[in-house]
Every structure is written in structure tokens, then in C-alpha cells.
């Protein structure tokens, strides 16, 4: 199984409310990470978690929050986004940190309102 | 700071050969990779140089310079479903895993 799975697939929500992103690989990988992807952009890094510890916050507006529940699981909390936020988010997992291959998930498209 | 250049669109035809460069910038350098997105889509991986050289996977080749600060990603019998997004990223020398991401080279494949 080389599969990193993202629910929900699509997302529309006000700038006041709060929902989270959540996404699941179960390849005994220790290191996720999210990306935000903007259209026609590359990816960019958001926050490492490694040992389901954080290991890089890209300098992130408290607005998004993670959260790595145990090694399997990484959500990405989100409360009064801003219409700029909206964009494809990406999760990614490799076996360590230093690993050489990164697995994306799917993503979810994010549409703030 | 860090600096990756590809091309921003490249066309090609079904069955011919095709290569994408990438030059890149890095205060160190820890290794590259290329990652092909369609629409809408994760970027999936495809392949990964560290030492100089060619590294080839069936219809794809990668190749690097390390000294020019080089790579080409090279297509041969090119389908219609290549049509895709092309992602040079390199990492971080810092060694934190984190991988920075050229803008990626969109390529269309015309019949």
C-alpha cells in the first residue's frame, strides 16, 4: 500500500468557521508533511512532523493549525481562513525525514469564502 | 537562498522524444527530484539523482550535473496521457527533507 489518502476531497468554507483537514497513510512512514498549492505553483512546505513530533513550521499564520495525532494520522486545523488561503493542500509522507521520496496524497481544494 | 528554473511550457507529439531542463541554485545540494502533477492531481514521483549521471526508468531518463547545476528529465514515445505538469524540486542541503519545488514545466502532447 504506497497510498496517501486526504478527506474531504473538496472544501467551501466562511471566513468564520472552523474545519479540519485530515490525512491517513498507513506505510509505516514516520515524517508527514503539508503543502499548499496555489493554481499553476508549485507546492510549497508548510509544517513537518517527524515522530509525530513538529519539526518545521514555515513561518505559518496561526490560522492553520497541525496536529499529528499519532503516526498514521495528520490533521490540519483551520479557523477564520481568509479568502488568499484558498488553494489545493497537499499531504506527503516518506519513510524519515531525510527520505529521499516523498508520497502525495490526493489533496484537498480549499475554497474560502 | 535557493533558485530553480525551468521551462514554463513545452509542446511536443505523440511518439517523439522530449526534455525538460532544470538549472538550479543551491548553497549545497542534497539531492534532486522530478515529479510529474496532472489537473487537478498530487504530484506523483518519478525519479531522483543525487550523483551525476543518468538514471533511466523505462520511457523516462533523469539526468544530472552536479558542476553546471544541471538536470534534464527526458520523455521518449510520448503518449497522450504524458500531457502533464513536470516538478523539479531539490532538497534542502539543510537536510531537514524539506523539498523546494521549481514553478514546473507544463507540457502538452498534441497528436
Known amino acids: 500500500d504506497t497510498e496517501v489518502t486526504q478527506t474531504p476531497k473538496h472544501l467551501v468554507m466562511g471566513m468564520t468557521n472552523k474545519k479540519s483537514l485530515k490525512c491517513e497513510q498507513h506505510?509505516?512512514?514516520?515524517?508527514m508533511y503539508w503543502y499548499k498549492q496555489k493554481a499553476k505553483k508549485p507546492p510549497e512546505l508548510m509544517f513537518v512532523?517527524?515522530?509525530?513530533?513538529?519539526?518545521i513550521n514555515e513561518s505559518v499564520p496561526s490560522r492553520f493549525s497541525p496536529e499529528c495525532p499519532n503516526s498514521s494520522l495528520l490533521n490540519l486545523h483551520l479557523h477564520a481562513l481568509q479568502p488568499e488561503d484558498s488553494a489545493l493542500y497537499l499531504c506527503?509522507?516518506?519513510?524519515?525525514?531525510?527520505?529521499?521520496?516523498?508520497?502525495f496524497g490526493p489533496g484537498t481544494r480549499l475554497t474560502v469564502t | 537562498g535557493q533558485n530553480i528554473d525551468q521551462p514554463t511550457e513545452m509542446t511536443a507529439t505523440e511518439g517523439a522524444i522530449v526534455q525538460i531542463n532544470c538549472t538550479y541554485q543551491?548553497?549545497?545540494?542534497?539531492?534532486l527530484f522530478w515529479y510529474q502533477q496532472h489537473a487537478g492531481e498530487a504530484p506523483t514521483f518519478l525519479s531522483y539523482?543525487?550523483?551525476?549521471g543518468l538514471e533511466e526508468k523505462g520511457r523516462f531518463s533523469s539526468f544530472l550535473s552536479r558542476s553546471k547545476g544541471y538536470s534534464y528529465l527526458l520523455l521518449k514515445e510520448l503518449q497522450m496521457k504524458d500531457s502533464a505538469s513536470y516538478l523539479c524540486?531539490?532538497?534542502?542541503?539543510?537536510?531537514?527533507?524539506?523539498?523546494?519545488f521549481g514553478q514546473g514545466t507544463t507540457l502538452q502532447v498534441k497528436p
Open positions: 524540486a531539490v532538497r534542502d542541503p539543510s537536510n531537514t527533507g524539506k523539498l523546494i
Open positions: 543551491t548553497s549545497g545540494f542534497n539531492g
Open positions: 539523482n543525487v550523483l551525476d
Open positions: 506505510m509505516g512512514h514516520r515524517a
Open positions: 506527503a509522507s516518506s519513510q524519515a525525514q531525510q527520505s529521499y521520496e516523498q508520497y
Open positions: 512532523y517527524s515522530y509525530e513530533k513538529l519539526s
